[in-house]
């Protein structure tokens, strides 16, 4: 069984890359590395050589939100945040991380589309977003990379908030 370390160094992660994406909006890789650096020695420490299994499945797992980076819909720090938590969480936790991470944060975006009263326009932006990726056969930004703007809040938020669940037992 796995102690509180392992539940709390999530958090400690999650709470620390939230710090740092208000303050500077990104997440710096030094506190990235470190983090699965820590990983990493608390997987070796907890299941010996088999951690190594677990800290590769759980790191390498978020590699698949490399798609929504290409198309502007997530960033560079969110993807690499979620390595790291993987490789403390392991492979399924951090599958059911980032699960709940974007129901959060659909949460959160349904809440400022009410707010602006702009729920209409934003679909009308979606629409003409896939229109022009389909007729110009390329991959566009999707969205603006101004992070004043409404639409673009921070996603660490939903993550942390997730890992918070984690850390309670929620899941």
Known sequence: M???????????????????????????????LF??????????RERGVSGIRFFLMGSGAPLFLAVLFVFGMLGAGDIKLFCALGSV?????ILK??????????????????????????IRYFISYLENTVKNKQILSYGKKDISL????????????????YAGGIY
């Open 2 to 32: 796995l102690n509180d370390f392992s539940y709390l160094f999530p958090v400690v992660i999650a709470g620390t890359a939230m710090i740092m994406d208000f303050r500077t909006a990104k997440v710096d890789n030094g506190w990235i």
């Open 35 to 44: 983090s699965m650096f820590v990983g990493f020695v608390l997987c070796i």
């Open 89 to 93: 969480m392991g492979f399924s936790e």
């Open 97 to 122: 991380c980032i699960c709940i991470s974007f129901m959060i944060g659909a949460c959160i975006s349904l809440a400022i589309l009410i707010s602006e009263h702009n729920f209409c326009e934003r």
């Open 150 to 165: 409404p639409e673009n809040f921070h996603f660490t938020v939903p993550i942390f908030l997730s890992v918070l669940l």
